[in-house]
C-alpha cells in the first residue's frame, strides 16, 4: 500500500526555518517524480517544487531562493527545506507523488505551517 506521511510542520516567525519531511512506504521513492503542493487558508492549490526521478529539481519562481526540495534514498523520505520564511507562506503542504508527468496519484495528509509572529 502507497502511504506518504509528511512532518516538520509548525509554527514559525518570519524570517525562521523549517523543515518538511514526507515519509514515504509501499514504493521506491526515486523511481517517481514527486512534488510539494500547498494550500493555504480560503485559496487553491499551489504547486510549491518537484523532483524527478533522476534527481533534477524545480521550483515556483517566488520560492526558488528560499526552498530546497531533497531526498535520502536509503531512508526512502523527500524533504523541503524553507528559509526565510514569510507570512504568505503559511498553508497546508502536501507531499505527492506523480503516476507520470503532472498526473498525481497519490497525496500525503498534509502538514500546517503557519508563520507568524
Known amino acids: 500500500e502507497v502511504q506518504l506521511v509528511e512532518s516538520g510542520g509548525g509554527l514559525v516567525q518570519p524570517g525562521g526555518s523549517l523543515r518538511l519531511s514526507c515519509a514515504a512506504s509501499?514504493?521506491?521513492?526515486?523511481?517517481?517524480?514527486m512534488s510539494w503542493v500547498r494550500q493555504a487558508p480560503g485559496k487553491g492549490l499551489e504547486w510549491v517544487s518537484a523532483?524527478?526521478?533522476?534527481?533534477?529539481?524545480y521550483y515556483a519562481e517566488s520560492m526558488k531562493a528560499r526552498f530546497t526540495i531533497s531526498r535520502d534514498n536509503a531512508k526512502n523520505t523527500l524533504y523541503l527545506q524553507m528559509n526565510s520564511l514569510k507570512s504568505e507562506d503559511t498553508a497546508v503542504y502536501y507531499c505527492?507523488?506523480?503516476?507520470?508527468?503532472?498526473?498525481?496519484?497519490?497525496w500525503g495528509q498534509g502538514t500546517q505551517v503557519t508563520v507568524s509572529s
Open positions: 509501499g514504493f521506491t521513492l526515486d523511481n517517481y517524480a
Open positions: 523532483i524527478s526521478w533522476i534527481g533534477g529539481t
Open positions: 505527492a507523488r506523480h503516476k507520470t508527468g503532472t498526473i498525481v496519484d497519490y
